[in-house]
């Protein structure tokens, strides 16, 4: 929960900036700094603290050290009337905080927290996983649920196992990037598979119904939070972008090779580019290939001629941006193959240069699909079925390597199959974490493929070489990675959509540090900007309407 508080101005920081800033910001003086502390535990490590400057639209945050201390380097804010925030669950702070910040001077911000009046309303995804009574088997179900709404909703709500069962049949029809406040259904009888087709449905109601509030009038379980994070965790800059309109999903966030952020929106026919110097955003829109059907952009991708592609879901193309006109070329499927519930969500352009053919993948019964931009043919590889259990292949990320064969991540269950470019030969590897639903990723500089494991709360790697998985689990429960990504550092990142945490692993020692983030944050694709060291990790706030932008100080 963000809170706020009074200050007080004055000056002196001396030494204590060189615990909360990397060496060089650590040297030059800071525009704000102080204390964060409550009566519960005095000085407190871990809490997040933001500064944002009025009618900005660039937050800058840091975390709190051992001694309770933060500091925003003078580089970081200019001169200015402020706003501060900071985040400590299960505590409040008293005050609407304002103050003017003059340049070559330093203010000095004591914040005091108290216990929260409200804790149930700070709780985030995870920890309502952590505190909701039963099984993980039970529990596993709802990592379907927070990609349109948290979990809140759910334990808040007074649905008993009819409603829940009706709930199931309603949810089942309408696109996977709607939200509450912009929900948009599927066209004629299409539906999302899920428990309204699953026998288990009528278990699942019953035990919704028995931690939500149908039968009590508040929970009989305790309410369970995460440790604040400490020592490394706490050495971070986090600056968030806000963007032009409240209703932008930010899906897929990735870096041009100049450095420039461009965005997918899920909900809305439209990619963004943001300048990361100005926060400056520009939209370009996309027109409709099918009327009437739902609107959103999934997977972004640039070619190794830093070409921009997107995938257009329901309105069953991928396109290529031309930056010159500012206008889109598509490709269809062909009409005796699309349906209501097709969607070209996902493509694969890294290896396009080899052979000049993207990958596709149609989500309508899992078809993968090759285009030919000479002849501007598509292939149609069919449904991939596994060799060993002759079943069919619920892949969810396509991602091609440098040689242009293709990946397939089996979100359904726990395999990665590879789809050899030249032959068409399938190969599959099992995950060692048994329905671990690998969900996205990206083949790194070496040709091996990194990738979430959204169930097994791990981050994965296969090395073609050896023909070895290996993975690394997250030391968050009920992190559920949706995307994994390494740069060229030794380092390999994923986000969360349920810990408003972001996670950045050492691959030489396999430990891992998490960074807290400001505010609630569900976060899609991970894209590592790995140009210094260690690397800078870009995602997107697709429920909070931002860009967000971590980066470690050490």
Known sequence: MLLTSFFKTSVGLTALLAGALSLTEAQAQAALSGKVSSAQEGAMEGVVVSAKKDGATITISVVTDAQGRYAFPASRLEPGKYTLKA???????????SAELARGKEANVDLSLKTARNLSA?????EWLLSMPGTDQQKNFLLNCNSCHTLERIVKSNYDADGFLEIFSRMS????????????????????????????GRKTAEWLASVNLSQQEKWSWPLKTLPRLSGKSTRVIITEYDLPNQAIQPHDVILDKAGQVWYSDFGQMFIGKMDPATGKVTQFPIPEIKANFPKG???????????????????????KFDRTSGSFKFWTIPKELD????????LAVTGTHVDNK?????????????????????ENFGQTIDPST????????????????????NYSAGNIGRIDGKTKELKVYATPTLNSRPRRGRVDAEGRLWFAEYQGNAIGMLDPKTERITEWKLPTAWSAPYDAMAGGNGEAWTGSMLTDRVSRLDIASGQYVEYPLPRPTNIRRVFVDDSK??????????????????EPLE
């Open 390 to 409: 002759r079943k069919r292949f619920g892949s969810y990320g396509i991602h091609s390597d440098a040689l242009n064969n293709l990946y397939l991540l």
């Open 297 to 319: 952009t999934l997977d972004l991708e640039t070619d190794a001629n830093d070409n921009i592609w997107v995938g257009v879901m329901y309105q069953g193309a991928i396109a």
């Open 122 to 126: 700070q709780l985030n995804n995870a």
């Open 358 to 378: 993207v990958w596709i993948k149609n989500s309508d019964g899992n078809n993968i699909y090759r285009l030919d931009l000479t002849t501007d043919k598509i």
């Open 533 to 550: 060291k260690p690397g800078v990790l870009w995602v997107g706030s697709n429920h909070g309407a931002s860009i967000v932008k971590v």
């Open 339 to 346: 349906s209501d519930a097709g969607q070209l969500g996902h």
């Open 87 to 97: 985040r400590a669950t299960g505590y409040d702070l008293d005050g609407k905080p």
């Open 173 to 200: 029809g309408y696109y996977p990037g709607s939200t509450p406040q912009r929900p948009q259904r599927l066209v004629g009888t299409a539906v999302r598979t899920g428990l309204a087709q699953n026998s288990e």
